[in-house]
């Protein structure tokens, strides 16, 4: 009886063990998925600056208006935006005074800088490249999508589906 015992015990080890790796290799399995997702679909953000701006000056232009909305300054916005633009629907000065006031409260959270990041929308702008801006206190997402015609920005856009702020957002 006892080799009976030792003979049950085994094939409860072998089944184990089969299972463990099984489990292990579905876990690998998943893990490779989800970062090839990833990669494939978050493109870094100098790779999305280099993608949508076409010439130097596209680029450094981009460049000054992703830098103004990462150190939360709507006086540089306000500067080198064009002012016959309509951004988000709104006038470049509506625009510009729900910019302060989004940063504003960012910085009532304790946000003194925003970071960087990219992501894909999900909503309106389905499938496009999307500028993501973290609060590096609150983490609070405020996500926005660029949109240029022929080299120059044409609008600014909120994605409301990537963001966090809507508690940041003016009343009107």
């Not at 790796?21 to 399995?29: G, I, K, P, Y």
């Not at 999305?48 to 000056?57: A, V």
């Not at 609070?140 to 589906?161: K, M, P, Q, V, W």
């Amino acid at each position: 009886m006892g080799n009976t015992i030792a003979m049950g015990d085994r094939k409860e080890s072998v089944r184990h063990s089969c299972l463990l790796f099984t489990t292990q290799l579905h876990v690998l399995f998943l893990k490779k998925q989800l970062s090839s997702i990833k990669t494939t679909t978050v493109m870094e953000a100098l790779e999305l600056i280099n993608k949508i701006g076409r010439t130097t000056e596209i680029k450094s232009h981009l460049l000054e208006v992703i830098d103004a909305f990462q150190r939360m300054d709507y006086h540089t916005l306000s500067d080198i935006l064009d002012d016959e633009t309509y951004y988000q629907d709104k006038s470049k000065i509506t625009f510009i005074y729900n910019q302060r006031y989004i940063f504003k409260e960012l910085q009532k959270l304790g946000d003194s800088y925003l970071n960087l990041s990219t992501d894909i929308c999900t909503g309106c702008m389905c499938n496009e490249p999307i500028f993501v801006f973290t609060g590096n206190e609150s983490g609070r997402r405020y996500a926005i999508y660029i949109e240029f015609t022929a080299g120059d920005i044409t609008d600014i856009y909120l994605c409301s589906i990537k963001s966090h702020i809507s508690v940041c957002l003016p009343p009107f």
